[in-house]
């Protein structure tokens, strides 16, 4: 009897319904327990994935390479009200103490510390509730909430609205800001009706801890301590005085950026000065035979190219361009030495030709037209020795001299790189764009949610469907 029962339980065991059973059965136990697993790592993983078009919630690589390299500790003070906090912002400066251990965030409601700002006023102001409030070391930098956003003026209906959030770039570099011992000034040069720099520009190299100034050369002669002179497109040449002055300013280390377009007159002064240093300016309009290197099919706006240096580095490994129009050439005459190196940074295609005849009203080529190819921007690197003191000197000249005054692509970012060099702060620029909100569809998913449809779509939905396979397979085996 016993041996009979046994015989019908090793049937059983061994028919087709029990192996798919038992398979089935061991299916289902491996998709829960796979499922429960990842709800248990998705719990204990504090990000979210970033699905808004320009990363709108995130901080970007060049943040993340300034926070890797902190070695002093900086806090952050958020003044936002308790359960009104922007999300845009409370993420965004998550992401800095997520990301060093240097940083420590704080949210101090006012109406909870009502005197906690009191130690960050000036002038009899103190910091307004939505302010962030960086402090390292002995310094620190306010960021009132106008600062956070960019404003813009709608011209039909005359109204003023948010194009964009800045709170990454005002918070790093803010960060920069507390932890430099020295500010450098840009002295913009004035007194022959230059062309200056625009607001947006002078924003953008004060964003990146550059003070700005303007400064004449003939009534101030040579600005003292940390400097960099720049000279854009004048309406009449320097004196002979003033050229002197700078140029003995650039032989005791002195550096400058020299954005100089098309001028109609003769300038010898200012060309003793750039000639010290092996390059010139062209005077002609440069056009570029290459369609594939006009953005807009017209030949006198041009995407140059990038020739490799520390300046482009950052722009070529992003793969964005920048836009000039109208640029000369620059002539670079000068034979790598020791004390002197001459470096091009945009280049032109060997189909562009420069115009040699301002009045020529036609964009073909002439006869008494130059062929290219055509550096539009150098760098310099040059060393004078007196005695036993060496002098270092750095200095970039530009013939684009609109490049500063058209934030697209990434004109704005070799624009302050330049300086960047020039200043010797390293290679990486630190000019950060705002977000736009104008092209952002904010969907911000955290890693729970993100994983849960992870493992639905990798491992719970397939093994559902072998199951169900394996099913219809098992009852048609039976029929």
Request: charged share 20%.
């Amino acid at each position: 009897m016993m041996d009979e029962q046994n015989e019908k339980i090793t049937n059983i065991l061994k028919s087709k319904k029990a192996r798919y059973g038992t398979f089935s059965l061991l299916l289902g136990v491996l998709a829960f327990i796979a499922f429960v697993a990842v709800n248990i790592l998705a719990q204990n993983i504090n990000k979210t994935v970033d699905l808004s078009s320009n990363k709108m919630f995130s901080i970007s690589d060049a943040t993340k390479t300034i926070l890797s390299n902190l070695n002093e500790n900086v806090t952050i003070y958020a003044l936002f009200k308790t359960g009104q906090e922007n999300p845009v912002y409370k993420e965004v400066l998550e992401q800095y103490a997520q990301n060093s251990s240097k940083i420590k965030l704080e949210y101090k409601d006012p109406s909870l510390y009502p005197a906690f700002a009191n130690a960050y006023g000036s002038d009899g102001a103190v910091p307004e509730q939505n302010s962030i409030i960086i402090e390292g070391g002995s310094k620190f930098k306010v960021i009132p909430p106008d600062e956070l956003v960019t404003y813009e003026m709608d011209y039909q209906t005359y109204q003023t609205y948010v194009s964009a959030v800045n709170i990454e770039p005002k918070v790093t570099n803010a960060i920069e800001f507390v932890l430099q011992n020295t500010t450098t000034v840009v002295y913009v040069l004035e007194g022959h009706n230059e062309r200056g720099l625009n607001e947006e520009a002078a924003a953008a190299l004060e964003d990146i801890n550059f003070e700005v100034q303007n400064w004449n050369i003939f009534n101030q002669g040579v600005p003292d301590g940390e400097s960099i002179l720049y000279m854009t497109t004048p309406s009449q040449d320097y004196s002979a005085d003033e050229a002197s002055v700078i140029s003995e300013y650039l032989k005791k280390g002195g550096r400058a950026v020299f954005s100089l377009g098309y001028m109609d007159f003769p300038h010898p002064n200012i060309e003793s000065v750039l000639k010290e240093y092996g390059v010139n300016t062209q005077n002609i309009f440069i056009i570029e035979g290459d369609p594939n290197y006009q953005p807009s099919l017209n030949p006198t706006y041009l995407m140059p190219s990038y020739a490799e240096h520390e300046i482009t580095s950052t722009l070529i490994q992003k793969n964005i361009p920048v836009y000039v129009f109208a640029p000369q050439g620059i002539e670079i005459f000068a034979d790598e030495s020791d004390t002197l190196s001459v470096a091009p940074l945009l280049t032109t295609t060997n189909k562009a030709y420069g115009k040699v005849d301002p009045a020529s009203e036609s964009i073909s080529k002439e006869e008494n037209d130059i062929d290219g190819p055509f550096t539009i921007a150098s760098a310099v690197t040059a060393s004078n020795s007196e005695g036993e003191q060496t002098f270092n000197t750095r200095i970039c000249v530009i013939t684009a001299e609109y490049l500063p005054f058209e934030n697209s692509g990434g004109n704005f970012e070799f624009f302050t790189s330049m300086f960047n060099w020039v200043a010797e702060r390293g290679a990486v620029s630190t000019y950060i764009a705002p977000k736009s909100l104008l092209t952002t569809e904010t969907m911000n998913m955290s890693q729970l949610t993100s994983a849960i449809i992870s493992a639905f779509s990798v491992i719970i939905l397939p093994i559902a469907i072998f199951i169900t396979g394996a099913v219809i397979v098992l009852r048609r085996n039976k029929k």
